[in-house]
């Protein structure tokens, strides 16, 4: 990168012409940059060259497909600040391919995908937003005469990456779920290879920002786990910085909606909250930009697990969380406990009395304990002399 450092690019020229093309002063443009290198995790430095990949880049093309969804992702989309909706698709990406937010319908909105993949043929990224349905040929969902299946591997031969939104994309989702009449699947299962997933039921916008960003910044995607999860977003259980972590350790649980323990703001495990056993970044990054408390469990409800296959759409709601990392104590502190009016003299006192008592005691204990064994060994020895005498 040409700079490693974000304050020697405060008074370039391309990156106050960025910020104006994103409608952001300079100086917020410039602390967006270090807080989306700081939420990949990357190294000191890389904020400079994800402000100069955003300043100097050529936007990347975006295909963008939907299948069997409720378009919750899109519409996650729509409600980012940092940037808005029109400056991320217009500044940041080239969103060429969006059947939701396309002006063009039928086969002008086909002839539009075409050739956005023909002209940046293995440079754009697809995006896949629903489930697939496989069964009886896919014949369950078909776009412009194609079906699920045949769309999603044709935009992906000469795409540079992958990328499943939701959790629908990613594993099947709530279409997936028992009985399946379809065979809805995930993108990667279509495919028969990894793609990155961006899990969540709708997943955080920012998720999918930043991923993109990474792209944009160095060429690549953003590390994953097994699953194919970004890691700076998927590596920490919810229940590790949860707001209500505190009252789990304390053992203070919700036991039915609306009681005491609800209304005072304990934790919800007991009444199924999944976020002992779910990874995702919920409770550090939030919905809405709203302030605070504006995720799932910080509005009172348990977390359902969206994030999670074999959790999200397939435990039931009530079900206990099997917690991992972390397990609650075996005994907990009383809610309330009494409070003391410390020792008076007298009582100091009895203390004192009952201590030296004690002590007392105990050296008479010590002292008989020594006689007992004195008279044991003599009748040992007077024993052994009348056997001799015999």
Not at 16 to 38: D, H, I
Not at 142 to 162: H, M, P, S
Request: one cysteine or more; aromatic letters at 6%.
């Amino acid at each position: 990168m040409a700079n490693t450092s974000l304050l020697k690019l405060e008074g370039d020229a391309g990156i106050t012409a960025a910020s104006e093309r994103l409608g952001m002063p300079r100086r917020e443009f410039l602390q967006f940059c270090a807080t989306v290198a700081a939420g990949l995790g990357l190294p000191q430095g890389a904020d400079a060259a994800v402000a100069e990949a955003l300043a100097t880049r050529k936007r990347p093309s975006v295909i963008w497909l939907h299948f069997q969804e409720c378009t919750g992702c899109t519409e996650s989309m729509l409600r980012a600040e940092h940037p808005t909706l029109e400056k991320l698709i217009l500044d940041v990406i080239s969103l060429d391919y969006h059947e939701t937010l396309f002006a063009a319908a039928g086969h002008q909105a086909e002839q539009a995908r075409k050739t956005a993949m023909a002209e940046n043929k293995g440079r754009y990224l697809l995006v896949v937003e629903g489930a697939i349905p496989t069964r009886d040929g896919g014949i369950y969902c078909k776009v412009g005469g194609q079906t699920a299946i045949d769309l999603t591997r044709e935009c992906a031969a000469d795409a540079a990456a992958v990328i499943a939104i939701g959790s629908c994309a990613s594993w099947g989702g709530m279409p997936a779920t028992d009985p399946n009449p379809t065979g809805a699947s995930g993108v990667a299962a279509v495919l028969g290879k990894p793609v990155v997933t961006i899990p969540g039921c709708p997943p955080n916008p920012y998720n999918f920002l930043s991923t993109v960003v990474h792209f944009l910044t160095f060429g690549s995607l953003p590390p994953v786990d097994g699953l194919g999860r970004p890691t700076f977003a998927y590596s920490r259980l919810i229940h590790e910085n949860c707001e209500r972590r505190a009252h789990f350790d304390a053992g203070r649980f919700v036991i039915e909606f609306g009681d005491e323990g609800h209304r005072k703001g304990y934790c919800l495990y007991k009444v199924g909250c999944k976020g002992p056993e779910t990874y995702a970044n919920c409770p550090t990054v939030l919905f809405g930009d709203a302030g605070a408390g504006t995720w799932p469990v910080g509005c009172g409800c348990p977390c359902i697990g969206c994030t999670e296959q074999g959790v999200g759409f397939s435990k039931p709601i009530h079900m206990l969380a099997k917690a991992k990392n972390a397990e609650p104590p075996q005994q907990y502190p009383r809610i309330v406990e009494e409070q003391g009016m410390g020792a008076t003299l007298g009582s100091a006192a009895i203390l004192a009395a009952v201590a030296g008592a004690a002590a007392g005691g105990t050296a008479m204990v010590a002292r008989n304990l020594g006689l007992s064994h004195k008279a044991e060994e003599a009748e040992k020895a007077r024993t052994a002399g009348e056997r001799t005498e015999v």
